[in-house]
């Protein structure tokens, strides 16, 4: 089974830990694939080199990622860019069915500052991109090292977890009941540097840099 089929993904973990490393390992495979997409991007982890004009990504050979540098935009600022670039997306590829340059992918991370408890401009129009946009093909992936506040809607709607380490009781308590067994949960204040549980309603694994085994086999997320 391909990761990409998944649609709904959610990648969490204290800081160095290995989320960003996870993040690019799945882009790189969805490239792969020929499959584009867009990363709302606030530190400038994932860009390396944007062309200005087209806001498209030169890096990693990504003809079809589109990013969206947010570094040193105030919080709100960057919550209603990503607004408005998203709502945009919603109109055109879900509500009309229409192609925007192929982009089947959306990566979104410190996603906690995005789609919180509370209410931003750009929380909703996420969470209604999480819930509906599987339908029509579009994959989403979060990235955040404070599940706990993510709004719960759309954590809820997180079909498959990976989570590095996590040290908070709150973080722990925040992944989705069922998602990962309970023995395993013990073991996420214990991993290393790379390590990560995989959870999900389909796929249930305990994954490292070294071991890439599930079943079924989830291909696109081994980078070897």
Known sequence: MSLYNLKRVLITGIT????????????????????????I????????????????VLDWNLRLVYGVPLIN????????????????????????REQWDDIK?????EAQNFAPKTQTSSRNIIRKIVKE?????????????????????????????ICHRLSDTGARMAIRYGCIPRELKELITRLEVGE???GSSLVRVEMNDNTCNTNPPLHSIDDR
Not at 26 to 32: A, D, F, M, P
Not at 79 to 86: D, K, M, P
């Open 133 to 161: 946009g599987a339908k029509f093909g579009v994959m989403v992936i979060l990235i955040t090292q404070l599940p706990q506040e993510l709004d719960v809607p759309t954590r809820n709607q997180m079909g498959l977890w």
């Open 16 to 39: 160095q830990y290995g989320k960003t490393t996870t993040a690019k390992v799945i882009v790189k495979g969805l490239r792969r694939m020929g499959i584009g997409g867009m990363i």
């Open 41 to 56: 991007d606030p530190h400038w982890q994932y860009i390396h080199y944007v062309d200005v004009e087209t806001n498209t």
């Open 196 to 198: 990560a549980i995989i």
């Open 73 to 96: 935009q105030p919080d709100e600022t960057q919550q209603e860019i990503c607004n408005r670039l998203l709502r945009g997306y919603y109109r055109t590829v879900i509500k009309r």
């Open 105 to 109: 992918f959306i990566l979104i991370d």
